[in-house]
């Protein structure tokens, strides 16, 4: 088994270091936070002191960082990865994150003999517990079976799209597909509400037809029971939305839905709703809802 080094123990990448742990993988991590990596500490992980050490140290290094600067903080940095890692290594950055910022990686890793992916994931903590992720990968296809058994590790629908960037260009078709995806949903379950049906029973048909979505099932039921905690930060989703519009527009590709759902989100962000998850978009309809009331 490989030695992998793993920086980022936040609400996903903690599990996601768990189940490789759990695989038989020896593992290096090292966060800003000691005290976030305790549990993987007491689980059998290697503390390294800085992103420096641990590159040094590991054959595979992954990364799921906040956002495309502190991707390239420790990618392109002095003290980051780049700088440090073996030739021969390979990286992986798991953070959704820049398609560009991906290819910047891709082109310098690869000057230096390092393999580079982006691979960012998709199934929020639940699919991240259960070691169940949709990973979509971007990189050279002659090394991905080296990477393989890691990713397996962590995910159960992985699919490598193209080259250097195509896992955060698929990324980003995904988080269009969830931004207007999690208006209807918020829509659905208001309006069962205001119609005097029970919400729960009305998913019971709604969830197995043609509105069918992971979010329905999985993120509907948080919002009638009133759990906002977060398997996917509102401030993460609204930096992924304003990513793909960025995408989008360099593009020449209309993209009014997303326009509108990160234009609710970052009303609701401006209401103080940045920590909470992504469902809790069903707060800020309600107080809509309160307002013209």
Known sequence: ????????AGVMG????????????????????????????????????????????????????GYPSDVEEVYLGEGGILANAKAGSFVID??????????????????AGIHAYDAPVSGG????????????????????????????????????????GAG?????????AIAAGMMGV?????????????PKTVLKSIEAGAAGSWSLSNLAPRMIDGNFEPG????????????????AETMQVPVPGLKLAKELYDRFSQAGGDDKGTQALYQYYEMMMSKAE
Not at 1 to 8: E, L, R
Not at 131 to 157: H, R, S
Not at 232 to 247: G, L, W
């Open 1 to 8: 088994m490989k030695t992998i080094g793993f920086i980022g």
């Open 14 to 65: 903690k599990s996601m270091a768990h189940n490789l742990l759990k695989a038989g993988f020896a593992l290096n991590v090292y966060t800003r936070t000691k005290e976030k990596a305790a549990d993987l500490l007491e689980e059998g992980a290697h503390w390294k002191e800085s992103a420096a050490e641990l590159a040094k140290e590991s054959d595979i290094i992954m990364t799921i960082v």
């Open 94 to 111: 798991m953070t959704t994150s820049s398609p560009k910022l991906a290819e910047a990686i891709f082109e310098k890793a690869n000057k």
């Open 125 to 164: 903590d639940i699919g991240a517990r259960n070691a169940a992720l949709t990973i979509m990968a971007g990189g050279d296809e002659a090394n991905f079976d080296y990477i393989l058994p890691a990713l397996q590790a962590m995910g159960k629908n992985i699919v490598l799209q193209g080259g250097a």
């Open 168 to 176: 955060q260009h698929t990324k980003m078709c995904n988080q269009i």
């Open 186 to 198: 918020c829509e659905a379950i208001l309006y069962a509400e205001k119609a005097g049906l029970d």
């Open 232 to 247: 996917f930060y509102v401030k993460h989703f609204i930096k992924d939305m304003k990513i793909a519009i960025e995408s």
